[in-house]
Structure formats: C-alpha cells, structure tokens
C-alpha cells in the first residue's frame, strides 16, 4: 500500500510540474511578443506611406490627384507632430525616472502628467485637423465610405449599466 501512495504522488507531483513549465513557457512566449512602444505616430506616419498600394486608395477608388494630395498633407503633418511626438517620448521618460525615485514629488510628477496631456491634446487636435483637410479631398462618397471605415475601426463605446443588485 506505501508503493501505491508513493505512486499516485510522483504522478502527481509530475503532473504539477508539468504544467509550471507549461505555464512559464506560455509567459514567455506571450509576454515577449508585444512589439516595443513606436509612440503616438503611426511608424507610416514616420517613414511615408504609399497611397498607391494602400487599401483605402481601392476602397475610396483615390485618383491620382487624390493620392498626390493625400501625400502632401501627409508630409505636412508628419513634419508638424514629429516635434511634439519627440517631446511626448521626452516627458514619458522623465516619468518613468520619477518613479524610480523613491522620494519622488508629487508635484513634479502631476506637472508632467499635465505635460503629456497638452502634448497629446496638441496631437489629436493636429490628427482631427488633418482629416478634415483631407475630407476636402474626397468626393461626397467616398468621406462617406472613409467614415464608415473609420467607425468600424472605433467604434461607439456601450452606454454604462449600473450594476444590479
């Protein structure tokens, strides 16, 4: 009977540690596939984008005026929000030494914070600003069809539930 008892032990045993390895191997694998933080612009935003092999020039039918267009408001936004992005990465990383800081300021750190708000504030204004201009561009149709795009990518978000008690 103690030959049985140590069995069904070792299987156990076994088992539990199977599945930490299996469960290590899974957090490994999961946690280190996130790619690194870009920031707030798009990496197309920062190296140019082909509007000629893009899926919207098929989904909007774009011309070519259109796509020539859409490349210069392009080059003029990137060169506009590249500053302030850079600024954003700044002030990200002179939080991120604040907390290492074990007396760190309060204070400080909501200034920061305040920071990083009008920076990004600055970055979706220049992003709203720049679709309107192309909205310019696009025929009747196609604003429609861009919104509808648009929406599937971001939808509404659910109105609140309280919860039931």
């Known amino acids: 009977m103690n030959q049985k008892v140590i069995t069904i032990i070792l299987v ?32 197309w935003a920062v190296e140019g984008h082909d509007w000629h092999k893009s899926h919207l020039k098929h989904r909007l039918n774009l011309t070519d ?26 002030k990200r990383r002179e939080l991120i030494e604040l907390l290492k800081d074990p007396d760190a300021d309060s204070a400080q750190a909501d200034f920061i914070f ?16 720049n679709m309107a201009k192309m909205h310019t561009i696009l025929t009747p149709e196609q604003r429609a069809e861009l919104m509808n795009l648009v929406e599937k990518r971001h939808p509404p978000p659910l109105p609140h539930r309280m919860p039931h008690r």
């Open 114 to 129: 305040q920071e990083i708000v009008s920076l990004q504030t600055q970055l979706e204004t220049m992003v709203f600003h």
């Open 65 to 90: 005026a259109q796509i020539e267009a859409f490349n210069k408001q392009q080059e003029v936004i990137r060169e506009m929000s590249q500053p302030i992005a850079e600024e954003l990465k700044k």
């Open 12 to 43: 156990i045993s076994l088992a539990a540690n199977l599945m930490m390895i299996t469960a290590i191997g899974v957090f490994f694998l999961t946690s280190h596939r996130e790619p690194p933080f870009k920031g707030p612009i798009t990496p």
